[in-house]
């Protein structure tokens, strides 16, 4: 029973994610938000959502090792999984703006998030906003280098939604939020209930199957694009969503619930295996050939993301 609360979570998790992207695209547009702005922020915040939602409900019940388990786990499967899948199926190329700001900026955030979580053993409200603050800085950065390249196109955003009547919108903000309020809640009572089921701790279900979960959407969108052979696959994006995971999930989560450290393995092994993950990509996108991710290095990503899921187990 406990499996399909998860999986009946994960499925209005998606749906509500799918609506929430529509719906804000839509109203940005009426708002004469440039399209540019609503790629690189309006997009990525409503994407979030699913893992804020869980979360933020996680850390108000008093589930923290859930909540910081979801993200950190998502961030692991995101290069593990989802990038090691892709790659295996069709090289990457990667552009020099990943090792310019993305990268650097996805890996100074795991590592402060690794010493505030060590300082206090919680990720407090001061902490919280400092994360905040580093996205918003990010996006900042992120909007001034794209407009200067002239960036006219962005892939994220659906050009049919300008016309969208504000009935349409309205309802499906509603739905958004209604499925993602009940997703969240249905999935944390899964993950509470499944560990007690497998006799495992909430933090061994969370960093695997509540963030393979929550991971699945990209997982998709990446493989479908891998097999169509189109260009449009986006090292930046998965490393995005694994700086948006840190800074606006767990950093608005701790602003409204600060979220405790209760099981040591999330410092002594999880937090080092996302460090490390992230870690990783610099020498694997320069050696040995410059800037590509070939199917040889998308199978170590993802041999080594198969040794964390069963290193975690038992």
């Not at 309006?42 to 979030?48: I, R, W």
């Not at 400092?130 to 002239?150: H, N, R, T």
């Not at 490393?239 to 410092?267: D, R």
């Amino acid at each position: 029973m406990s499996l399909l609360w998860v999986m009946l979570g994960l499925m209005l998790l998606v749906v509500g994610g799918e609506f929430l992207v529509r719906s804000s695209v839509a109203l940005s547009f009426k708002l004469n938000i440039s399209k540019l702005v609503i790629g690189m922020t309006v997009v990525s915040f409503a994407t979030s959502a699913p893992e804020l939602l869980v979360s933020l409900q996680a850390a108000l019940e008093g589930s923290s090792d859930i909540a910081l388990g979801n993200v950190i786990g998502s961030n692991i499967a995101n290069i593990g999984l989802v990038l090691g899948v892709t790659a295996m199926i069709s090289p990457l190329v990667v552009d020099k703006g990943f090792y310019k700001l993305n990268w650097p900026v996805m890996m100074l955030l795991s590592v402060v998030l690794y010493f505030f979580l060590k300082s206090g053993n919680e990720l407090s409200f001061a902490e919280g906003l400092v994360l905040f603050v580093s996205l918003i800085i990010f996006l900042f950065l992120l909007i001034k280098g794209a407009a200067k390249e002239d960036l006219s196109s962005v892939d994220d955003v659906d050009d049919n939604l300008q016309g969208t009547t504000n009935f349409r919108v309205s309802f499906w903000l509603l739905i958004g939020a209604a499925a993602l309020y009940f997703g969240s809640e249905w999935l944390v009572f899964g993950a509470k209930e499944m560990a007690v089921s497998l006799g495992v701790s909430e933090r061994v279900i969370s960093v695997t199957m509540v963030a393979i979960g929550t991971s699945i959407p990209e997982l998709a969108a990446s493989v479908i694009a891998a097999l169509k052979q189109e260009k449009a696959i986006s090292l930046g994006n998965l490393i995005g969503s694994n700086i948006f995971n840190i800074s606006s999930v767990l950093g608005l989560t701790a602003m409204i619930q600060p979220i405790a450290v209760k099981s040591k393995e999330i410092l002594t092994t999880d937090a080092f295996w996302m460090i490390g993950f992230a870690a990783i990509l610099i020498p694997l996108v320069f050696i040995p050939k410059r800037f590509e991710l070939n199917r040889v290095k998308g199978a170590v990503i993802f041999i080594a993301y198969l040794v964390f899921v069963y290193t975690t187990f038992i």
